[in-house]
Nanobody
């Protein structure tokens, strides 16, 4: 059974950092294209970053230069390192593989 579980969200001040984790079960993340998405209150879900099986990465313009996506193969985990966080980064962050979604982890950036 495919399952994605996100963690690492929380409350952080502007300029701070958080590292999100997406732990997969039921399949080997190393062979798949994985994405991070986010949904802010009252807004549609949007793509944040993706990593391919070949570890090629992409970022939305809004997070480029601040966020880094990576894979920890030994832990079957995808990470999203988020630096220099801004209030507009406040959202529920989701991990995605095709039709599979985690339940999300809430990131709140506020002073």
């Amino acid at each position: 059974q495919v399952q994605l579980v996100e963690s690492g969200g929380g409350l952080v001040q502007p300029g701070g950092s958080l590292r999100l984790s997406c732990v997969a079960s039921g399949f080997d993340l190393a062979y798949y294209h994985i994405g991070w998405f986010r949904q802010a209150p009252g807004k549609e879900r949007e793509g944040v970053s993706t990593i391919t099986a070949g570890s090629n990465t992409k970022y939305s313009d809004s997070v480029k230069g601040r966020f880094t996506i990576s894979r920890e193969k030994a832990k079957n985990t995808i990470l999203l390192q988020m630096n220099n966080l801004k209030p507009e980064d406040t959202a529920v962050y989701y991990c995605n593989l095709g039709n599979y979604w985690g339940k999300g982890t809430l990131v709140t950036v506020s002073s």
